[in-house]
T-cell receptor, first 115, second 111 residues
C-alpha cells in the first residue's frame, strides 16, 4: 500500500485566482494520477504525471488550466488556474500499488470551493 | 453510453439484509475490475478486486460475467458500518494506465 498526503485539505478561493495542490507519497512511484470529483459525481481522471516527462492529460483537460509538476518520484503538484465556480470540486491524488498490481490508492483529497 | 454504469441507489436496507449491486461496462477489452468503497467526505478505498472465477472476502462476494460485460457485488448480513458509496471500477486495458469509475451506488444500512 501507499500513504499519500495532500495539502491543503480544503480552500475557499476567489474566481480568477489559482491554487496549487501538493501531493506527497511515502514511497517512490513512477506514475501519479490526479482526479477530480465534482459534487455528487464519481471520479474523473485529469492527468497522469510521470517523473521526468510532461503530464498526459485526458480529454477535456488542458495544461494551461491544470499545470502539473512532478519534480521527483514522491511528489507532485496540480495547479487549478484562473478558477471559476465550476472548478469547485474535490481534487484527489492517486498512485498505483507496487508489485505489478493496478490497485490505486488515493490521498485524502483537497476540497476546493470557488466563489 | 457511459463507460461504466451503476444503479445510483440509494439502497436502504435493514441490518442483516443481503444486498446486491450491479455494474455494466462498455469496453469488451477491459482487463481488470474492482469494487471501491467511498465513505462520506473520504477518499475511495479498494474493497476488492473482481476475478473471472468470482471471489469472496468474508461477507462480500464479487462476480464477473465477461460475455455480458457485467460485474456484481453481493453483501451478506449487512452491518451499519457498510453504509457507504460503492464504486465499480474498470481498467480498460489497451495500454492505458487509467481506471474508469462508475458513478457509485449508495448504500444506507439502518438498525
Amino acid at each position: 500500500s501507499a500513504v499519500i498526503s495532500q495539502k491543503p485539505s480544503r480552500d475557499i478561493c476567489q474566481r480568477g485566482t489559482s491554487l496549487t495542490i501538493q501531493c506527497q507519497v511515502d514511497s517512490q512511484v513512477t506514475m501519479m494520477f490526479w482526479y477530480r470529483q465534482q459534487p455528487g459525481q464519481s471520479l474523473t481522471l485529469i492527468a497522469t504525471a510521470n517523473q521526468g516527462s510532461e503530464a498526459t492529460y485526458e480529454s477535456g483537460f488542458v495544461i494551461d488550466k491544470f499545470p502539473i509538476s512532478r519534480p521527483n518520484l514522491t511528489f507532485s503538484t496540480l495547479t487549478v488556474s484562473n478558477m471559476s465556480p465550476e472548478d469547485s470540486s474535490i481534487y484527489l491524488c492517486s498512485v498505483r500499488g507496487g508489485g505489478g498490481t493496478d490497485t490505486q490508492y488515493f490521498g485524502p483529497g483537497t476540497r476546493l470551493t470557488v466563489l | 453510453r457511459k463507460e461504466v454504469e451503476q444503479d445510483p441507489g440509494p439502497f436502504n436496507v435493514p441490518e442483516g439484509a443481503t444486498v446486491a449491486f450491479n455494474c455494466t461496462y462498455s469496453n469488451s477489452a477491459s482487463q481488470s475490475f474492482f469494487w471501491y468503497r467511498q465513505d462520506c467526505r473520504k477518499e475511495p478505498k479498494l474493497l476488492m478486486s473482481v476475478y473471472s472465477s468470482g471471489n469472496e472476502d468474508g461477507r462480500f462476494t464479487a462476480q464477473l460475467n465477461r460475455a455480458s460485460q457485467y460485474i456484481s457485488l453481493l453483501i451478506r448480513d449487512s452491518k451499519l458500518s457498510d453504509s457507504a458509496t460503492y464504486l465499480c471500477v474498470v481498467n480498460p486495458g489497451g495500454g492505458y494506465n487509467k481506471l474508469i469509475f462508475g458513478a457509485g451506488t449508495r448504500l444506507a444500512v439502518h438498525p
